[in-house]
């Protein structure tokens, strides 16, 4: 079964600054997705950024990018120019190319802060 | 307008008695999920269904019960074996497309006590 670790259970960042969230991963798939999920105080799951294991380059999404190393199965999240509103719990999740529908595997998440 | 509709937001439930989390959805996806949220524990997966009339058990299904007679719901009973259910629950769906994400509900809270 895959699993996905986040070794970092708490992290902070200077406002305007930039940070890395890290995120890991045990499969012995070639062929997956993975996500970064953002959720707020409101506790609402919003999706941030996604990446196909078969693609090369890095996701970016605004502020949003990801570090792919596939060989160390390395999936992690950098926020540039921190903003407040990017306080939140951050989850990695993995998800088998199997089948289209097949469940989510998450990490048990890095809390963010930032300060002003 | 499309959505995920949960409810309640909150529950409230004394020990020994079943209930039935409701998980609406009018996005025409085809698979919904429940997860389990728990302070440091990330999500867990409680069951999974794929199609109308077919469901399968996630990581901790114990304890839970599940149908899917409609494309837009699949409603989750906690029932009295589940040994701890005071939790956060996430509804979830996805069309089928392997890179599609997940979309959420905005979740139940139940306290049992």
């Known amino acids: 079964a895959q699993t996905v670790t986040q070794s970092q259970p708490e992290m902070s960042v200077q406002e305007a600054e930039t940070v890395t969230l890290s995120c890991t991963y045990d499969?012995?798939?070639?062929?997956?997705?993975l996500f970064w999920y953002k959720q707020p105080p409101s506790r609402q799951m919003i999706l941030v950024i996604r990446?196909?294991?078969?693609?090369?380059q890095n996701a970016t999404e605004n502020r949003f990018s990801v570090n792919f190393q596939k060989a160390a199965k390395s999936f992690s999240l950098k926020i540039s120019d921190s903003q407040l509103g990017d306080a939140a719990m951050y989850f990695c999740?993995?998800?088998?190319?199997?089948?289209?529908?097949?469940?989510?595997?998450f990490g048990k998440g890095t809390r963010l802060s930032v300060i002003a | 307008d499309g959505g995920i509709t949960q409810s309640p937001k909150y529950l409230f439930r004394k020990e020994g008695q079943n209930v039935t989390l409701s998980c609406e959805q009018n996005l025409n996806h085809d698979a919904m999920y429940w997860y389990r949220q728990d302070p440091g524990q990330g999500l867990r997966l409680i069951y999974y269904?794929?199609?109308?009339?077919?469901?399968q058990k996630g990581d901790i299904a114990e304890g839970y019960s599940v149908s899917r007679e409609k494309k837009e719901s699949f409603p989750l009973t906690v029932t009295s074996a589940q040994k701890n259910p005071t939790a956060f629950y996430l509804c979830?769906?996805?069309?089928?497309?392997?890179?599609?994400?997940?979309?959420f509900g905005n979740g139940t809270r139940l306290t049992v006590t």
């Open positions: 269904s794929q199609i109308v009339n077919d469901f």
């Open positions: 990446q196909e294991a078969y693609k090369q």
């Open positions: 499969t012995s798939e070639s062929d997956y997705y």
């Open positions: 999740a993995y998800r088998s190319a199997k089948s289209g529908n097949t469940p989510l595997v």
């Open positions: 979830a769906t996805s069309i089928y497309r392997g890179h599609s994400p997940l979309h």
